[in-house]
């Protein structure tokens, strides 16, 4: 019986831990695709927002641009 209370309660941790990860913004970053001739190059049209005060946006040349609202 203890050993399932210890489960279930583990289980609980790691949800709410993964939920306020991911409602803090620590995993929104750029994703990146490697080139030979550049280096690491932006993938095109996207856009985040890292720790919920860095705002980031790539167009569809992997160009970074203001976003219009």
């Known amino acids: 019986m203890r050993s ?3 489960i ?11 939920a306020t990860v991911r409602i803090s913004g ?3 970053f750029p994703i990146y695709d490697v080139e030979n001739e550049i280096g690491y190059l ?6 985040g927002t890292f720790l919920e005060k860095n705002d980031w946006y790539f ?6 641009v ?4």
């Open 8 to 18: 279930i309660a583990s289980l609980v941790a790691i949800v709410l831990f993964e």
């Open 59 to 64: 167009n569809g040349k992997s160009m970074p």
């Open 42 to 47: 932006p993938k095109a049209n996207q856009s």
């Open 26 to 28: 620590v995993t929104d």
């Open 4 to 6: 399932r209370i210890a």
């Open 66 to 69: 203001k976003r219009t609202r």
